[in-house]
């Protein structure tokens, strides 16, 4: 029902920048909350960020909090993730989710029916 799609991944040096796009089709999601997250070789997927439908309430792993920012742009039915000063800790495959109504849950990776094909970010040391 609900197709994912990301991208503006790359490589980068430590220190830089990526903006990540996830255009979702298939139905509208401006009524619907919106997260990204992460995996890493050998890790388990790992929650990033997560913004309220109406992208007024966020939330940030601490890992990432002062240098991520989520946004989103409904009539485009479009999120964002701008990345800044990346570390080569950052390097992982990214992946769009949603989209979803329950806030509480926005954490667990399990609860979220779509996802995206996932855009790969490294980050060169």
């Known amino acids: 029902q609900v197709q994912l799609a990301e991208s503006g991944g790359g490589l980068v040096q430590a220190g830089g920048s990526l903006r990540l796009s996830c255009a979702a089709s298939g139905r509208t999601f401006n009524n619907y909350h919106m997260s990204w997250f992460r995996q890493a070789p050998g890790k388990e997927r790992e929650f990033v960020a997560a913004?309220?439908?109406?992208?007024?309430?966020?939330d940030y792993a601490d890992s990432v909090k002062g240098r991520f920012t989520i946004s989103r742009d409904n009539p485009k039915n479009t999120v964002y993730l701008q990345m800044n000063s990346l570390k080569p800790e950052d390097t992982a495959v990214y992946y769009c989710a949603g989209p979803f109504s329950r806030w509480g849950v926005r954490r667990y990776d399990g609860e979220y029916d779509y996802w995206g094909h996932g855009t790969q970010v490294t980050v060169s040391s």
């Open positions: 913004i309220s439908w109406s992208g007024g309430t966020t």
